[in-house]
């Protein structure tokens, strides 16, 4: 997208009620003057359509219409410069449109400073300058700096000013192309009245030089901005965190990458673990990615878009296979091993396609699939027999996607099963009840989230006789569900980890549950869900992962919105694929194993069913035998690669032999 589109193109990528007030405040602040911005857009959009179609047979018609586009971008531009403090406005737009789609506009970024132009590979989506690539994080890393901005509201007024000073020659020359725009299209719409062809098509080409020249303009001052954003906060890139292969009791290190990809509102911890496995068992080089907007603040997870997260894992995808080429010339190509949505964007990325190949997954040797949401639980009980409700499927089962997936990731929902974990709605209804006890009925309708955030605003969370009530009433609660999962197969001593301090006298149970209570009470008074992961059976995982509470609006509607492509995207899937899925997710269907392996065209497919396991299969019970899996998984691929690498170089001798011969 250009910076003209991007800067003046209105988007409803955000929603106003969904912006975090800091951004929704900067949105007010340019209110009528947004409409006025997307008045030039609309306008220079309806006349490059129609000088699209002077080539038809109703010129002199058309031409009419053009001549009636001139006023009416004309008008609009007199409305743009004429705004009181322009300059300002301007600088406003360009900080509230980073926040949140600053990747719409990556190919207009300079990197590191420089000013001069970048180009976009279609063929690999990367983008290329002269120093190089660029890093993973090279687009979060200038939305954060922009963030670091907006977030203080009196910084960002002294920033502003600053920017408007630093920057009073380009935001002049701006003004004065807009004004040269207006003159000249005064003079073509003259040419349009007279007839007067040649003159016309001179004008046509000097005003492409203008909106060029207007682009460039904006591309300057976009860049600027950011550049000062980032030199005042001093916020730097982060981290790639790739770490080399130990070495193992052979003394030898493998030469072969893996990714590993958490999921949605989780953080890389949820993957550390499989990765020093990975490493210390076999040597394996790994990459454990973090998807943008994860692992901070929650408002920063919430202005970043799947889109952008899609976009992140392209250039992770080229950075790593340009890594292991320097590791592995003969095979740079990596194992990749995502879980829920480091599983789902992966399917979508490797199913792209240049002509008839696959570039992004001609890197990847193989892929471990790990409870990727192809149908989400909700949808379980959907059954489609007959003919026409098949057929009604492919336009329902979407549409119901998007309704039900958004509120089974982002809380609103909890699926009823036995040994399915801790019922955050229990948490919930012993939360109003206590309230009502105390401060008098709650008659509001709203899901967890909401409540626990109204009550944080209304001092509820805070009150020392709520939450000493709270505890009272939780407590039977906690413990009789700790002491299911025990009776279904989580072994005490499992969880001994946690309570081997405390006094003697109680049982793991006790202890276990005040600790639980502990979590839920924090997490409460700090307007907080109550717990995140609730599927997971694994206590020591609940008590330790930390992750977003909740899930960003449009995050989850988008999941909803990718679903149906996944389904078609896996056809696309030729690669040795193992599928992983817990019987207990509440977020993905157990059907979706079945699914996946149906549908990828592998030749090469295996698949873990785990009878104990919920959603985060990495950190739940039966986690052991998920790394033991895994590992083996990738040793077998690479163990088939090495022998059809052998048997392909031994037929290429071969044939350069009988070639010889026949010399």
Request: charged share 30%; proline share 4%.
């Amino acid at each position: 997208m250009s910076v003209f589109s991007w800067l003046f193109k209105s988007s409803s990528i955000l929603q106003p009620d969904k912006q975090p007030k800091q951004v929704a405040s900067l949105r007010k602040e340019i209110g009528q003057e947004r409409e006025t911005f997307n008045e030039v857009w609309r306008a220079h959009e309806a006349k490059t359509k129609l000088l699209n179609r002077l080539g038809s047979t109703n010129r002199k018609t058309i031409l009419a219409k053009i001549d009636r586009s001139n006023e009416i971008i004309i008008d609009s531009l007199k409305r743009l410069i004429s705004i009181n403090k322009l300059e300002e406005t301007l600088l406003k737009k360009i900080l509230f449109e980073s926040t949140h789609r600053l990747h719409e506009t990556e190919g207009w970024l300079w990197k590191h400073g420089q000013s001069n132009p970048t180009a976009l590979d279609q063929q690999t989506r990367s983008i290329n300058t002269p120093e190089g690539r660029r890093q993973p994080y090279n687009i979060e890393t200038k939305k954060r700096a922009v963030w670091a901005i907006v977030n203080d509201e009196k910084e960002r007024n002294g920033f502003i000013q600053r920017a408007k000073k630093r920057l009073s020659g380009e935001l002049e020359r701006f003004k004065s192309v807009c004004k040269e725009t207006m003159q000249l299209l005064k003079e073509q719409s003259k040419t349009i009245g007279s007839g007067e062809t040649k003159k016309f098509n001179t004008s046509r080409e000097d005003e492409d030089r203008l909106i060029i020249s207007m682009r460039d303009k904006l591309g300057t001052i976009m860049n600027e901005i950011i550049l000062l954003a980032q030199k005042e906060t001093k916020i730097e890139s982060d981290e790639v965190e790739i770490r080399e292969g130990m070495v193992t009791k052979s003394g030898k290190k493998r030469p072969v990458g893996v990714m590993l990809i958490h999921g949605m509102t989780s953080a890389p911890g949820e993957m550390r673990p499989l990765s020093t496995y990975l490493r210390g068992k076999e040597g394996f080089i790994t990459y454990v990615v973090r998807l943008p907007g994860h692992g901070r603040r929650l408002d920063e997870f919430a202005l970043t878009p799947i889109a952008e997260i899609e976009q992140f894992l392209e250039r992770a995808f080229r950075y790593f296979y340009e890594y292991m080429l320097s590791k592995n010339p003969q095979d740079p190509r990596f194992h990749v091993v995502g879980l829920s949505l480091g599983a789902m964007l992966p399917i979508r990325i490797m199913a792209k396609k240049s002509g008839k190949n696959h570039p992004f997954q001609n890197w990847v040797k193989s892929f471990v699939c790990m409870g990727a949401c192809i149908t989400p639980v909700e949808l379980d009980a959907v059954e489609f027999n007959s003919p026409i409700a098949r057929i009604l499927s492919n336009t329902l089962v979407p549409l119901l996607e998007k309704k039900v997936l958004p509120m089974v990731v982002g809380g609103n929902l909890t699926k009823s099963r036995t040994g399915m974990g801790y019922n955050e709605n229990a948490v919930f209804e012993t939360m109003v009840q206590v309230k009502s006890e105390i401060f008098g009925p709650d008659t509001s309708k709203e899901d967890m989230g909401e409540t626990t955030q109204r009550y944080m605003q209304e001092g509820v969370t805070k009150n020392p006789q709520f939450l000493s009530r709270l505890k009272i009433g939780l407590k039977p609660i906690i413990e009789n569900q700790i002491t299911q999962l025990i009776e279904q197969g989580t072994h005490p001593g499992e969880l001994y980890i946690f309570t081997k301090n405390d006094p003697e006298n109680r049982s793991d149970t006790e202890r276990l549950g005040d600790k639980l209570i502990d979590l839920i009470i924090r997490n409460i008074k700090k307007g907080k869900r109550p717990l995140s992961s609730s599927d997971s059976r694994d206590i020591r995982a609940l008590l330790t992962r930390h992750n977003f509470d909740g899930s960003a609006y449009r995050n989850t509607m988008a999941l909803g919105n990718i679903c149906a492509q996944l389904r078609k995207d896996l056809k696309q899937i030729t690669i040795p694929i193992l599928v992983i899925q817990g019987d207990l997710d509440n977020v993905t269907s157990p059907k979706c194993r079945e699914l996946i392996l149906r549908k990828v065209k592998s030749k090469f497919k295996s698949n873990l069913r785990l009878r104990r396991s919920g959603h985060i299969v990495t950190q739940d019970v039966e986690r052991k035998k998920v790394f033991q899996s895994t590992l083996a998984f990738l040793i077998r691929v690479d163990k088939i690669e090495a022998e059809r690498l052998q048997e392909d170089t031994a037929k290429f001798v071969g044939n350069g032999k009988l070639r010889k011969k026949a010399t």
